[in-house]
């Protein structure tokens, strides 16, 4: 019998964080970690296949699915404010260790979580979880890189498509084999929620707030090589955001005995179609470097 996904909120960091989970309560725990603009909802077909032999569970972060931010919080929209509100959620789950699954924007919250709390994290897993500067897709980070060049308000309404529907269906087509198999309900629901007021600006705010996780890149690195944390890259090889020379780039901070590296027929939302076999990779990835051992 498949495993039944359950929905909670838990108060941290003065957010009412909502999170889906699976699995036995016993079981080693894997965190999921979302991107933009999506949330753990891009997660609901992976967490069943895991939750067979873990504890999954999946925040949403705030701006994103169903996560609550009180008005009255004045929640500054950042890349440090994410990671504050995910470690807060982390300690009052009470979470000792876990391995993580990264992705898009989940990569740097993840990753700065993982700088202060090292012994926290038992493996990571990136799917498209961006940490190096080569993973970086020129065209579909220009007019983004021209706003954290400028930070000028004209560079800023230049990116207001990228909150709109047609580049939301975009970013879950784009470089899929086969689109006819993307179900549409995922990139109306993360529209949908982006159409509520103040959401837009929320993400823009975020968008020029990415560039401060290229700063945290070199302790990334040389967190990757101290902690000789295993790692396991399976990157949709055809996304235009975050393509494979950032899969490959882990190489040179992660020792073979601790890497795998593997690809997948698919674009940036790679598990809309390519669940089964990311769950695969992850059980044997966790098998091979005994991360739960
Ligand atoms: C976390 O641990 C504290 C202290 O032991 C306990 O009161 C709390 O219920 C635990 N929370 C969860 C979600 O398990």
Redesign the pocket.
Known sequence: MSPVTQVST?SADGVEVFYRHAGPASAPVIVLLHGFPSSSHQFRNLIPLLATRYRVIAPDLPGYGFTAVPPSRNYLYTFTSLTNTFSAFVS???LSRFAVYIFDYGAPTALRYALENPTSIAAIISQNGNAYVEGFGTDFWAGIRKLWASGADLDRQALSPVVELPFTKWQYTTGSPSPEKIQPEAYYLDQALMERPGNKEIQLDLLYDYRTNLDFYPRFHEYFRTSKVPVLTAWGKDDPCFIPPGAEAFKKDVSEDRLMVRWLDAGHFAIETNEQQMADWIFEFFEKYKVFA
């Open positions: 838990i009052a789950l009470n």
